[in-house]
C-alpha cells in the first residue's frame, strides 16, 4: 500500500523550534518530488515547502523563507521539515504529500498522509 | 496565501451537475496545470483532477475539469450525497515559485 506518515507535531511556544517527519512506504520515494501542506484550524489548505526527487530543487512559501527547512534522506524513505523561529500564525495540521512526478513545477499531490498537528502557543 | 478565487459554497440536488470556478492568473492558471483536490469532512484532501482534466484512477468520471485563459472549472454531475465535500484548486505559481491553493469551495448535496 502507498502510503506516507507525519510525525513529530506538538505544541510548542513560540519562538521554539520542531521538527516534523514523514516515513513513505510503497513506492520508489526517490522517484518522487516530495511536499508539505498545512492547513490552519478552520481554514484553506496552503502549501509550505517541497523538494524535489534528488534534493537540486527546494523552495518555500513565502511566510516561511528563512525559517523552515525541508529536507529528505532517500536512503531512509524520510522527508524532514525543520521550523525553527515559529509563530502563533504557523498553527495548523501540516500534511506530507507524495508527488506525481519528480521535479516541483506543475507536479500533482496524489498521496497524502493523515497529518501532524503543530500548535505555536504560549 | 490564497491567490486562486472559488465561490465559498455551491449546493445542488441529488443527480444535478455543480460547477466550481477557480479564477487566477497568467503566473499561475494561465500557464500551469490546474489539479483539484477533495477533502470529505474530517479527513485529509485527495487528489480529484490533475493536469486540468486528467482523472487519477478511481475517479469516477461524474468529476470533470477544465480550463480557459486564467479560469478553471470543475464539473460534478449526476451529484451524490458522498459528494459533500470542501473542494479546492491548486496550481504552480511561476511569480511565487511556489504552489498556490483556491479559497475551497463546500458543496452541499440539498
Known amino acids: 500500500e502507498v502510503q506516507v506518515v507525519e510525525s513529530g507535531g506538538g505544541l510548542v511556544q513560540p519562538g521554539r523550534s520542531l521538527r516534523l517527519s514523514c516515513a513513505a512506504s510503497g513506492f520508489t520515494f526517490d522517484d518522487s518530488a516530495m511536499h508539505w501542506v498545512r492547513q490552519a484550524p478552520g481554514k484553506g489548505l496552503e502549501w509550505v515547502s517541497g523538494i524535489s526527487w534528488n534534493s537540486g530543487h527546494i523552495d518555500y512559501v513565502d511566510s516561511v523563507k528563512g525559517r ?4 529528505r534522506d532517500n536512503a531512509r524513505n524520510s522527508l524532514y521539515l525543520q521550523m525553527n523561529s515559529l509563530r502563533p500564525e504557523d498553527t495548523a495540521l ?5 508527488g506525481a512526478w519528480q521535479y516541483l513545477a506543475n507536479d500533482a499531490f496524489d498521496v497524502w498522509g493523515q497529518g501532524t498537528m503543530v500548535t505555536v502557543s504560549s | 496565501q490564497s ?5 465559498p459554497s455551491v449546493s445542488g440536488t441529488p443527480g444535478q451537475t455543480v460547477t466550481i470556478s477557480c479564477s487566477g492568473s497568467s503566473s499561475n492558471i494561465g500557464s500551469n496545470n490546474v489539479n483539484w483536490y477533495q477533502q470529505l469532512p474530517g479527513t485529509a484532501p485527495k487528489l480529484l483532477i490533475y493536469g486540468n482534466s486528467q482523472r487519477p484512477s478511481g475517479v469516477p468520471d461524474r468529476f470533470s475539469g477544465s480550463n480557459s485563459g486564467t479560469s478553471a472549472s470543475l464539473a460534478i454531475s449526476g451529484l451524490q450525497s458522498e459528494d459533500e465535500a470542501d473542494y479546492s484548486c491548486a496550481a504552480w505559481d511561476d511569480s511565487l515559485n511556489g504552489y498556490v491553493f483556491g479559497t475551497g469551495t463546500k458543496v452541499t448535496v440539498l
Open chain 1, 94 to 98: 501540516y500534511y506530507c504529500a507524495k
Open chain 2, 3 to 7: 491567490v486562486l478565487t472559488q465561490p
Open chain 1, 68 to 71: 523552515f527547512t525541508i529536507s
